[in-house]
C-alpha cells in the first residue's frame, strides 16, 4: 500500500452539500480537499436533477406561450420544437455553465479536488481508487489519505423496481432528462415532485402523458387542496392520472414499450415511447466502507448524526441525501455549512422546520414550515388564512390566476407556523415564509411589511391582513 498523505479537511462528493461544504470550510480557514467520482462537479443537482428539469420546464413553458396566447391577441403560426437543439442547449448553456461555475469557485477558494472514488478503511484514513467497476479495484491500490475531518456527501441514486430494469425504452429521471426526441406517449411510473414535474414538462412540450401513482394520490407531502390546483392543469395539458395502481411489469421493442399495472385487482397496459420510474432514491451508503468505521446508519440507510451532522464517528460528519431531512439541495447547502462550522468549532445546529419544498408544477406548488394538521396534532391551537391569486392584479394579468397563498398561524400570538403557496411564483415566494417560520415571526410583522405592487407577492401580506381580521381585496 502506498503511504498515506496527511489532509485537514476531507470532503467527498462534489455535489450540493460537498461544494459547499468545502467552499464553507475554506473560507473558515480548513485546508480543504474535495473527492469526486465523477468528471464533472455539482453532483445529481446541477447535472443530473434540479438544474437540467428546471432548463426542460422553462422550454415547455416557452412552447406553450408561443403557441396559447390567443387571449394577448397574439396568434402564432404554430411553433415547433427542434428537440436536440434544447437538449443541446440544457446541457451547454445551462448544465455546463453552472458545473464550470462551481470548478471556478472551487479554485478561487483554493481546494484541493481529487477526481476518484473515496473508500474507507478506518476512522481515520481512506483510499481513492480509480473510477471503474468495483472487480477491478485492488485493495493495495489508490491514494491513501488520513485525514482530520471527513465530511460525506455521497448523496444519492434513483430506485429501480421489478419489472422495470433501466434499460432501453424504461429509464430512470436521468434517462428522463436526456431523451433524444419528446416522446409521443410518455408513461411516468411515480407521481412524487420529480415525475409530476418532469411528467408537466413533456405534457408542454408536446407528449402525451400518463402518470401511474401508487397510492391515491400524486404529490404525497403537499395537501389535497395544493395538489388540486396542479391536478387541475394537468387535466387541463390532457395528463392521465391514475392512482391506487401498482406497476407490475413491461415489455419493450425497438420502438415502444408497454407498462402491465393493475387497479382495484384489474390489470391494464399502457404503450409509449418511453416509461420513466421516480419512485424515489436511495442514499449512497453501502459502498462507502462505512463498515470499517463507527459510522451508524438507520434502517433506510440514512447516516446517523447529531444536529451538527456528526456521525458516531467523531471526525466524521454526513450531509445531503444520505443525512436526515428532506433530500433536497438547499437542504445539503444548510448542512454543508454547518458541518464545515462545526468542524471550526462553530455552534452551529440544523433546524429543519424553516426548510422549503417546492415542486415545479403547473402552477408551482411550495410549502414551509407546519402544515394545518400537523400542528393540530402538535397539540397547537392554530388558525390559518387563505388569499387566492384570483384576486392579485398581476396573477390575472400573467393569465396565472389559479391558486392561493395559505398561512398557518397560533391563535394566541399569531406565530407563523407554516405556509403554503399554490400559485405562480410559488418557489420565490415560499422565501418570504420561510424567513417568518424561521424567525417566529407573526401575521402582523407581514401585513405591516409593505410588499410591492402589482406583484405576486401581494398575496402573502393580504393573507396576513385576512390573518388579523381587516382584508382588504377580498
Ligand atoms: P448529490 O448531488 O447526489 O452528489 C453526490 C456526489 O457524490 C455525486 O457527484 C457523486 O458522484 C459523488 N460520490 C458518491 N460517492 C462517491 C465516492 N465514494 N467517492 C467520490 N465521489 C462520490 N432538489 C431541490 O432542492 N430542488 C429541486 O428542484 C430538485 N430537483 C431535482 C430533480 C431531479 C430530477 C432529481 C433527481 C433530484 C432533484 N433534487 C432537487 C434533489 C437534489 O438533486 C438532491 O437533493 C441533491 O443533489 C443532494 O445533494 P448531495 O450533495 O447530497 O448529493
Same mark, same amino acid.
Do not use: W
Given at each position: 500500500m502506498a503511504d498515506a498523505e496527511k489532509k485537514e479537511t476531507v470532503i467527498i462528493g462534489a455535489g450540493p452539500g460537498g461544494y459547499v461544504a468545502a467552499i464553507r470550510a475554506s473560507e473558515l480557514g480548513q485546508k480543504v480537499t474535495l473527492?469526486?467520482?465523477?468528471?464533472?462537479l455539482g453532483g445529481v443537482c446541477l447535472?443530473?436533477?434540479?438544474?437540467?428539469? *428546471?432548463?426542460?420546464?422553462?422550454?415547455? !413553458?416557452?412552447?406553450? +406561450?408561443?403557441?396559447?396566447?390567443?387571449?394577448?391577441?397574439?396568434?402564432?403560426?404554430?411553433? #415547433?420544437?427542434?428537440?436536440?437543439k434544447t437538449q443541446e442547449w440544457k446541457q451547454h448553456d445551462v448544465v455546463d455553465r453552472m458545473t464550470n461555475g462551481v470548478s471556478m469557485l472551487l479554485k478561487k477558494h483554493k481546494v484541493e479536488v481529487i477526481q476518484g472514488e473515496a473508500v474507507l478503511d478506518s476512522d481515520t484514513r481512506l483510499r481513492v481508487m480509480p473510477v471503474g467497476p468495483r472487480q477491478f479495484m485492488?485493495?493495495?491500490?489508490?491514494?491513501?489519505?488520513?485525514?482530520?475531518?471527513?465530511?460525506?456527501?455521497?448523496?444519492? !441514486?434513483?430506485?429501480?423496481?421489478?419489472?422495470?430494469?433501466? $434499460?432501453?425504452?424504461?429509464?430512470?429521471?436521468?434517462?428522463?432528462?436526456?431523451l433524444p426526441e419528446v416522446p409521443k406517449e410518455f408513461v411516468v411510473i411515480g407521481?412524487?415532485?420529480?415525475?409530476?414535474?418532469?411528467?408537466?414538462?413533456?405534457?408542454?412540450?408536446?407528449? !402525451?402523458?400518463?402518470i401511474i401513482e401508487g397510492t391515491d394520490s400524486i404529490l404525497a407531502g403537499f395537501?389535497? $387542496?395544493?395538489?388540486?390546483?396542479?391536478?387541475?392543469?394537468?387535466?387541463? *395539458?390532457g395528463v392521465d392520472v391514475i392512482t391506487g395502481a401498482k406497476a407490475k411489469?413491461? #415489455?419493450? $421493442?425497438? %420502438?415502444?414499450? &408497454?407498462v402491465t399495472y393493475e387497479?382495484?385487482?384489474? +390489470?391494464?397496459?399502457?404503450?409509449?415511447?418511453?416509461?420513466?420510474? &421516480?419512485?424515489?432514491?436511495?442514499? %449512497?451508503? $453501502?459502498?462507502?466502507?462505512l463498515e470499517y468505521t463507527k459510522v451508524e446508519l438507520d434502517d433506510r440507510g440514512l447516516v446517523k448524526t447529531d444536529e451538527q451532522g456528526r456521525t458516531a464517528s467523531e471526525h466524521i460528519f454526513a450531509i445531503g441525501d444520505i443525512a436526515s431531512g428532506p433530500a433536497l439541495a438547499h437542504k445539503a447547502f444548510f448542512q454543508g455549512k454547518v458541518a464545515a462550522g462545526a468542524i471550526s468549532g462553530k455552534k452551529t445546529a440544523n433546524d429543519y422546520i424553516g426548510v422549503p419544498a417546492v415542486c415545479f408544477s403547473d402552477p408551482e406548488l411550495a410549502v414551509v414550515g407546519l402544515t394545518e394538521s400537523q400542528a393540530k396534532e402538535q397539540g397547537l391551537e392554530?388558525? &390559518?388564512?387563505?388569499?387566492?391569486?384570483a384576486g392579485n392584479a398581476r396573477a390575472v394579468s400573467l393569465y396565472e390566476a389559479d391558486g392561493f397563498v395559505h398561512l398557518i398561524f397560533t391563535k394566541d400570538e399569531g406565530t407563523v407556523l407554516g405556509g403554503e403557496v399554490a400559485g405562480p411564483g410559488a418557489s420565490d415566494l415560499i422565501a418570504e415564509l420561510s424567513l417568518a417560520v424561521n424567525g417566529r415571526m407573526n401575521v402582523e410583522d407581514i401585513a405591516l411589511t409593505i410588499h410591492p405592487h402589482p406583484t405576486l407577492s401581494e398575496p402573502v401580506q393580504e393573507a396576513a391582513d385576512i390573518a388579523l381580521g381587516f382584508p382588504t381585496h377580498i
Open positions: 473527492i469526486e467520482k465523477s468528471d464533472t447535472n443530473v436533477g434540479c438544474v437540467p428539469s *428546471k432548463a426542460l420546464i422553462a422550454a415547455g !413553458h416557452r412552447l406553450q +406561450e408561443a403557441n396559447n396566447s390567443d387571449e394577448y391577441g397574439i396568434t402564432s403560426q404554430g411553433a #415547433t420544437i427542434d428537440f436536440s485492488d485493495n493495495n491500490n489508490g491514494q491513501v489519505i488520513d485525514f482530520d475531518n471527513l465530511i460525506i456527501a455521497s448523496g444519492s !441514486h434513483p430506485i429501480e423496481i421489478p419489472g422495470f430494469k433501466f $434499460d432501453g425504452r424504461v429509464v430512470d429521471s436521468t434517462g428522463g432528462l436526456n407521481g412524487g415532485y420529480v415525475g409530476t414535474e418532469l411528467a408537466g414538462a413533456y405534457a408542454n412540450l408536446g407528449s !402525451h402523458v400518463t395537501t389535497k $387542496d395544493m395538489v388540486a390546483v396542479v391536478l387541475k392543469q394537468l387535466k387541463a *395539458k411489469s413491461s #415489455t419493450q $421493442d425497438d %420502438n415502444s414499450v &408497454t387497479v382495484d385487482g384489474k +390489470e391494464s397496459t399502457v404503450t409509449a415511447d418511453y416509461c420513466m420510474v &421516480t419512485v424515489g432514491r436511495r442514499p %449512497n451508503t $453501502d459502498e462507502l466502507g392554530v388558525q &390559518t388564512a387563505k388569499f387566492p391569486f
